[in-house]
Each structure stands twice: as structure tokens, then as C-alpha cells.
């Protein structure tokens, strides 16, 4: 990990509050030479330093690099190096240029795809002005499309011609947004290498391209969880240095028919009816899941049925674990195996408020640590948390410890298991052909209420949210393909040591 001491190499010359700071090449974005001449100067950045060229001192170059502030936030800082002669100054210039060009994980020509409808219908807006400048700086090209329709990118992606051409694509929106691309990029990768995607047991092919995320979306969970901020500027930074993580995708499969993949949460009961009534709110924007949120907790339905899943027993963590996955995780640097003796199915039966699978932890500005804390990316595994039928005053407890300290797992009527796949059958399905959910739904809803009319009326079906999308069915099937994606990030950062910047600095 070649270093560039800023300061610490020019020891003898001008440093700025006598500080040394040091840049590691992999955090360069970008060096530019000043051309003092030509009205470089005069790009307004001349006012932000602290130090002008002098006549001891007339060359410059300015290089561009990442800063970590507070919270997990990146920023780009320009530092400008003053030089005596020009040959020096050219000769630095290109040294960086060289280390630069060697690393090769870097993204040279992206394909964007910006969501204008996503979140606060703010997408267009924060790319052409946080992200497509730092791109530019970083000498990045893009082919941008402005979708016009939902599907649109996830279409796109699977009959564009030159995928070879990009070096990653990247999404501007939410987890819905991001969902597409998912979409269409494992399809794409499926169709091209002949699998058979409707084959709930075939292993699919890992897809080549990463996918980089520009949070503008409502919930942005898959964004927050692998850089630990839903913040552009961050985001689009990660992009540049070319970062990579891998991570777990799960196939949803209904009577042996693909459905959907989902990356982050997959919930029936609570997070399903939070979703399927704040789709009929979109113009309210993010609040819509508030609103939707208290609703569903005051109506407290409950569901019926049979969960069978298979554990995880040779994983080396569990859901209880007190330490999350962070940046350079150890599970996730293992490379994914079948495991040699896959465990037997384990049945329970039950009354549930939610049904959740959480693939990575699900944190969120709403929930910082997330639906499941120590869930891992790229495990091969995702935690299923089954939270059975109990008083609202206990749901509520539950609901708050997402946001606070306390373990949201402590709790008596609710349970958590490491699985690599597991199926769910609603109770009503169990001779049922589940042909027409939504009309057995109100049948049977009715037959419900008139049958235990004192009970107060808990539908028989709710409906999965996968990953902020309504599946059709209930009834479903869903194993895990272990670092089947990799995305534009590290994972979460330690918190880092605060580091001041020196603005200038003479050579
Ligand atoms: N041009 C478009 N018009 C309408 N819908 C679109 C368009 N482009 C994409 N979509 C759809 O919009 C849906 C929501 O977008 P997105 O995920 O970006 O925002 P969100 O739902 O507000 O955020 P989150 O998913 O983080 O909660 C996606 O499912 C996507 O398919
Ligand atoms: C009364 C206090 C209640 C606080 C409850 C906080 C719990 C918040 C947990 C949010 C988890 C969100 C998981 C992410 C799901 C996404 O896939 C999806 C699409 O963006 N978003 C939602 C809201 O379904
Ligand atoms: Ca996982």
C-alpha cells in the first residue's frame, strides 16, 4: 500500500501548523497540475487556500483526495503543493499519475441509472450536483440513463448489448432502485452462462460487475449498511476508489417458479402490511412508512403458519453475536462452500406478527443497527426472526429496541435462527393451491371474522415485502447464494481516528 507523505517528505520545506499528514495512494482521487498561467487560478479555488504561489515558490499541483469525517462520511479535500521549479512540480505530477494508473480496481466507464421518482424525487438533482462532478475529477465516463418507467433499468440490463464495455453500474435511488439493477444483472449473468433461474436448488453464477449505489431513495438500507451513511458524496467516493464487497443475494422461489431475488429484507406479517399500505401513500415520500408503520402496529394482525427451515450450524458466528460486520470481516474474506454436511429442516408452526429474513443487518437511519445487528453481507446465510403472536405493548417493546442499546432478540416470544434456506406456508394454503391470493384472502378474511367474531379479525394472508416490493404470493421457498453480488463498498468502517488537514503544504 504505497503512501505519499504529504508533508513528511518535505520535511525542510513550508508545513502548514508544523502537522505531517499522510494519504494513502488507494484515497487519491485525482492530481492536477496548476496552470498558473491560464486561469486555473481563477476557478475561485485560489481563495479557499490558505497559501498563494510566491516567486520563491511558483509552480503548483493540486491533489485531490478521500477525508474521512464524522459518522462514516467521506469527503474530497484538495491539497496544493507549491514548487520551486517546474520540473519538479512535472515530475510529481506524474509520479501520482503512474501510482494512480496500477490500480486497477479502479472504474474507468460506468453505466448510471438515476431513479428521478425514487425517495424525495431528489435523484437527477443530487447526481448532476454531488456525484457527476467527482466522477469527472476522477476521470471517470458515464453513460447515464434517466429511467422513465419501474423496470426500466432492470430491462435495460438484460438485453443491452456491450456490458463488457462498463466497469460497473451504478444506481441512483433506494433499495428498490438498487433491486432492479440486481434483477437485471443476475438475469442477465444467469442467461448468458444457460441457468436455469426457475430451479430453486441451481447455483447460480456470480455476476462480474459491481454495483455502486448514490442513495436517493426513502430507506436506503443496502447503502447504509455496506458504508454505514446514506450520504452521496460518500457513496460516490467508494465508487471511485474502486472498493469492492461481496455480498449474499437470496432466490425467492413459489411452487418451483422464480419470484424474486432480495439482498436485504425479506418480511411477511408487520414489515409486508407496513409496505403494501405505504405503496397507496407514495406522495407522501419517506414519511409514508411512518404513517403506515403506527397503522399496521394498531391494527396487530397476526398470520398462521409453517415455517421449515435449514441452520446454519457450521457458520462461525450466530445472530446473538455482540460484534457486527465491519469493514475486512473475517466471514466474509471466506471463500463460500457448500457445507459438507447441510443440516436437517427444522419445522415450527405458529401465529406470527412478523416473519422476517434479514440477509445483512437492515440498518437504516430509522433503525441504526438494524432489524438483525450481527448479520453478516457475505456469509451465505441470512437470520430469520420469528416473532410470534403477543400483547401490542410487548410488539411496541420489540419495535423500539430496533432503535435503542437493548437486544431485540431478548424477548420471549421472539426467536432468531442462521439459515441458508427455508420455506414458509401460510395456514390456509396448507391444502390450498394458492392459486388467487388475494381472492382467498377476502374468502377466507370474511370466514375468519365470521368464525371467531369475539377475536377481532386477523386476515389470513399478508403479503412479503421483499426488499420494499410486494410478492404475489405467500407461500414461498428461499435459499441464499453466497457472494453472488459484489457492490462499490468495504462495509462499515471502524469509527476513525480524527485527523486534521493541512491545506496547503510547499515543496
Ligand atoms: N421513472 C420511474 N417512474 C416510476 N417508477 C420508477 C421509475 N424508475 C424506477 N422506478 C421504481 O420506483 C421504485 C421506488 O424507487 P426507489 O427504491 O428508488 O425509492 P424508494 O422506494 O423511495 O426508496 P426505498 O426503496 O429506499 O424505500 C422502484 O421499485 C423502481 O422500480
Ligand atoms: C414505534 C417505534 C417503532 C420503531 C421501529 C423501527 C424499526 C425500523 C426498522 C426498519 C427496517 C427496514 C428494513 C428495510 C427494508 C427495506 O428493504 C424496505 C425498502 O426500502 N424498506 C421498508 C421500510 O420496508
Ligand atoms: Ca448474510
Known amino acids: 500500500n ?20 499522510s494519504v494513502s495512494v488507494s484515497e487519491i482521487l485525482a492530481v492536477q497540475e496548476l496552470d498558473l498561467e491560464s486561469g486555473t487560478k481563477d ?24 477525508r474521512r469525517a464524522r459518522k462514516h462520511r467521506w469527503r474530497c479535500t484538495d491539497v496544493t503543493f507549491f514548487c520551486p521549479e517546474w520540473a519538479l512540480c512535472q515530475q510529481w505530477v506524474q509520479t501520482i499519475k503512474e501510482q494512480l494508473a496500477e490500480l486497477t480496481s479502479r472504474p474507468k466507464h460506468l453505466l448510471v441509472y438515476i431513479n428521478p421518482y425514487g425517495g424525495k424525487q431528489q435523484g437527477t438533482c443530487i447526481y448532476e450536483q454531488k456525484v457527476a462532478p467527482l466522477f469527472a475529477r476522477a476521470s471517470i465516463s458515464t453513460d447515464v440513463i434517466v429511467t422513465e418507467h419501474a423496470n426500466h433499468a432492470r430491462d435495460h440490463l438484460r438485453t443491452v448489448a456491450e456490458l463488457k464495455q462498463y466497469d460497473g453500474v451504478v444506481c441512483v435511488g433506494g433499495d428498490g432502485m438498487f433491486s432492479e439493477i440486481v434483477h437485471g444483472l443476475v438475469s442477465r449473468t444467469q442467461k448468458d452462462n444457460g441457468v436455469d433461474q426457475n430451479s430453486p436448488e441451481e447455483k447460480l453464477v456470480a455476476c462480474s460487475l459491481r454495483i455502486g449505489i448514490i442513495p436517493a431513495g426513502s430507506t436506503d438500507c443496502i447503502c ?12 460516490a467516493l467508494h465508487i471511485i476508489v474502486g472498493d469492492s464487497q461481496p455480498m449474499d443475494v437470496c432466490s425467492v ?6 419470484l424474486k431475488y432480495s439482498v436485504s429484507l425479506l418480511g411477511y406479517g408487520f414489515y ?5 399500505d405505504s405503496e397507496r401513500k407514495r406522495w407522501m415520500g419517506p414519511a409514508r412508512y411512518d404513517f403506515s408503520g403506527f397503522k399496521t402496529f394498531l391494527t396487530h394482525h397476526y398470520y398462521e403458519g409453517t415455517v421449515s427451515f435449514q441452520p446454519a450450524t457450521d457458520t462461525l458466528g450466530t445472530p ?37 429474513a434479514a440477509s445483512m443487518s437492515c440498518a437504516c437511519p430509522r433503525s441504526p443497527k438494524g432489524l438483525s445487528p450481527a448479520a453478516h453481507l457475505a456469509d ?19 419495535l423500539i429496541r430496533h432503535t435503542s442499546k437493548d437486544d431485540q432478540f431478548d424477548m420471549t416470544f421472539v426467536e432468531v435462527h442462521r439459515v441458508r434456506r427455508f420455506r414458509f406456508l401460510p395456514r390456509h394454503c396448507q391444502n390450498d393451491s394458492e392459486q388467487d391470493l388475494r381472492e382467498n384472502g377476502k374468502r377466507l378474511f370474511g370466514q375468519i371474522c365470521r368464525d371467531h367474531p369475539a377475536r377481532g379479525c386477523s386476515p389470513a394472508f399478508s403479503s412479503w415485502n421483499c426488499d420494499g416490493e410486494i410478492l404475489p404470493h405467500a407461500a414461498i421457498e428461499v435459499g441464499v447464494h453466497c457472494q453472488l453480488i459484489k457492490l462499490f463498498a ?11 488537514v493541512a491545506a496547503t503544504c510547499a515543496i
Open 490 to 500: 468495504r462495509g462499515i468502517e471502524e469509527p476513525p481516528v480524527f485527523e486534521d
Open 2 to 21: 504505497f503512501k505519499i507523505s504529504v508533508c513528511g517528505f518535505f520535511q525542510s520545506a513550508l508545513t502548514i501548523d508544523q502537522q505531517s499528514h
Open 224 to 235: 447504509y449498511g455496506t458504508v454505514g451513511i446514506n450520504d452521496p458524496v460518500t457513496s
Open 380 to 398: 451465505g446465510t441470512t437470520d430469520l426472526i420469528l416473532v410470534r403472536k403477543c400483547s401490542r405493548f410487548n410488539f411496541l417493546r420489540h
Open 320 to 356: 446473538r453475536d455482540k460484534s457486527p460486520c465491519r469493514a475486512g470481516c473475517v466471514l466474509t474474506s471466506l471463500l463460500c462452500s457448500t457445507p459438507e454436511n447441510e443440516g436437517g429442516w427444522r419445522v415450527i408452526r405458529g401465529k406470527f406478527l412478523a416473519i422476517n
Open 43 to 66: 476557478d475561485g479555488r485560489w481563495q479557499k487556500m490558505s497559501q498563494k504561489p510566491t516567486e520563491a515558490y511558483p509552480y503548483a499541483f493540486t491533489v485531490s483526495y478521500v
Open 253 to 258: 422461489h413459489h411452487n418451483k417458479t422464480f
Open 272 to 276: 409486508g402490511d407496513v409496505l403494501a
